[in-house]
């Protein structure tokens, strides 16, 4: 039985389109707006704090963790 070359190997072939895939394929959304949203619910995190009185750790989690708004509170 001879060797297969290159061109005949399946798995080689499968291995080439998924590089030239990948090389093309742009960048997912998360990447290019993925820093807004979270900025935003933490921004009105800090809003219904500072509207309420309540304390920091009983910021509701739909804001996010408390302590990333309140980190971003004392920026």
Same mark, same amino acid.
């Not at 190997?9 to 990447?31: G, H, I, L, Y």
């Not at 304390?55 to 963790?65: A, F, K, L, S, T």
């Given at each position: 039985?001879?060797?297969?070359?290159?061109?005949?190997?399946?798995?080689?072939?499968?291995?080439?389109?998924?590089?030239?895939?990948?090389?093309?394929?742009?960048?997912?959304?998360?990447?290019? %707006?993925?820093?807004?949203?979270?900025?935003?619910?933490?921004?009105? =995190? %800090?809003?219904?704090?500072?509207?309420? =009185? %309540?304390?920091?750790?009983?910021?509701? %989690?739909?804001? =996010?963790?408390?302590?990333?708004?309140?980190?971003?509170?004392?920026?």
């Amino acid at each position: 039985m001879r060797p297969m070359t290159q061109r005949e190997n399946p798995k080689a072939d499968a291995r080439q389109r998924s590089a030239r895939t990948q090389a093309t394929e742009p960048p997912p959304v998360r990447f290019l %707006i993925g820093g807004l949203k979270p900025r935003r619910r933490s921004i009105d =995190g %800090i809003r219904s704090r500072v509207r309420t =009185g %309540i304390p920091w750790r009983d910021v509701p %989690i739909e804001y =996010g963790p408390w302590n990333r708004v309140y980190d971003l509170f004392r920026r």
